[in-house]
């Protein structure tokens, strides 16, 4: 199941990066941009076929994909080179791109589309994972539902907390629970507890701990009929969370343990959901530095980990197999691992719309920089200025490039040597 699961959120990786580049791609063709190149990964090709003037391929590394467009960087203005320390990059990758353009292709180059047309092609991509992200977290919220605990008892405690050996079962000779003293049975469903009427499990566990230690009246609903009985609630000392076994509080005891059923949600939720991964996200990447600083503390001075840190695809399908493996109905599971996938294509939207080349969204403020500046010369009644010149970025845009790969690999080695794991 561990291996099914690995499988699986692979396969869902690899269609989240080629529906990705497929928004690239269906605008970029729409508007008669020669695409050259539609590719899944980064590498070796491992397989391809060429349709029209496109290769469509699969290459080794599933750490992205790409599409070429013809034409991405306009020609100079007015034949000029560029002048400086990086003149010999940016001169040089202008040239790349004017070699891509074969007799016949003048009017299949990217930079000649409009500002709302570049806009279409580089937020196809990300836009795509958003859909996908919604249509995760639909299937699984609204078609599946998340466990909830009803006011229904499933199973009755025969004994105190304190009663429990180290396999949970009850010692000899121990003190009954309330709830078994009192007569309750599984499958009984509590519609009434101490006078208050009971119509869920938040209901009932509240009414628990506002009582004390005294005998309070129960009603349930037991074959159609209801059913009175009484309780002798208990004080018991409980830990504090699940985290700190080691700090304890005395609370209400009654001694049952709820039935467990799916609860759908609207899809309203999903929109709260998406809100609430953008903050998140947005948190994550203001303090990137620090998760960084992080990431290299666990990979290499013996840090714990950090379970809300930064996660690579080595770690994301890792958790998808421990979901996969985990001991919970099947159907949670599906759901968890949904909710994974959404979570995963979400990160995918917000992170390649930030502002920086090469990401989808350096093009992306590049087109609407050229946007304005062409509005401010006509306002100006002067010439149009053209398309942005997106060649001067470049010595950014590698290094960014580096950046991103090597903080990949960190992630890479540090999911493999100090994993985050879902038990801890």
Request: glycine share 10%.
């Amino acid at each position: 199941m561990e291996i099914l699961g690995i499988i699986l959120l692979i396969f869902v990786i690899m269609i989240s990066i080629g529906l990705h580049e497929l928004g690239h791609l269906a605008p970029a063709k729409k508007f008669g941009v020669k695409v050259t190149q539609y590719m899944i990964g980064f590498g070796p090709t491992i397989w391809s076929k060429t349709k029209g003037d496109t290769e469509y391929g699969i290459k080794a590394i599933p750490l992205g994909g790409y599409i070429r467009m013809i034409g991405m960087i306009p020609p100079p203005k007015d034949g000029r080179v560029a002048k400086g320390p990086f003149a010999e990059v940016v001169n040089t990758a202008r040239q790349q791109s004017l070699e891509e353009i074969g007799p016949g292709d003048e009017n299949q180059v990217f930079y000649k589309l409009s500002v709302p047309k570049k806009l279409t092609v580089m937020i196809g991509g990300p836009f795509m994972n958003l859909i996908l992200a919604f249509v995760f977290f639909a299937i699984s919220f609204s078609a599946i539902g998340f466990p909830a605990a009803t006011n229904q008892i499933k199973q009755v405690i025969n004994c105190l907390p304190s009663d429990v050996d180290v396999l949970g079962d009850c010692l000899a000779g121990t003190t009954p629970s309330p709830a078994l003293s009192a007569g309750l049975q599984a499958n009984d469903k509590i519609v009434s507890f101490a006078g208050k009427e009971i119509s869920n499990w938040e209901d009932l566990a509240l009414a628990i701990q506002s009582s004390g230690e005294e005998t309070v009246a129960i009603s349930v609903l037991r074959n159609d009929e209801i059913v009175k009985l009484n309780a002798d609630i208990v004080k018991v000392a409980r830990p504090q969370s699940v985290s700190d076994q080691t700090e304890s509080k005395a609370s209400s005891y009654l001694g049952i343990a709820p039935e467990i059923v799916m609860e759908r949600q609207p899809l309203t939720s999903v929109f709260a959901t998406l809100g609430e991964i953008t903050v998140g996200t947005g948190k994550v990447l203001w303090n990137l530095p620090d998760r960084v600083g992080q990431l290299f503390g666990a990979a290499f001075l013996g840090e714990e980990r950090d379970r809300e840190g930064l996660v690579g695809i080595i770690g994301v399908t890792r958790v998808g197999g421990e979901i996969a493996a985990a001991e919970i109905p099947v159907i949670w599971r599906v759901g968890t691992l949904l909710n994974l996938a959404g979570g995963l294509n979400m990160a995918l939207f917000l992170f390649n719309l930030l502002p920086l080349l090469p990401l989808d969204g350096g093009h992306v403020a590049g087109a609407i920089y050229e946007g304005i500046r062409r509005q401010f010369a006509k306002l100006r009644s002067k010439p149009d200025p053209g398309p942005a010149d997106t060649s001067k970025m470049l010595p950014f845009a590698y290094s960014m490039a580096i950046l991103l790969i090597g903080l990949s690999m960190l992630l890479l080695y540090v999911d493999v040597v100090n994993p985050i794991r879902l038990g801890g």
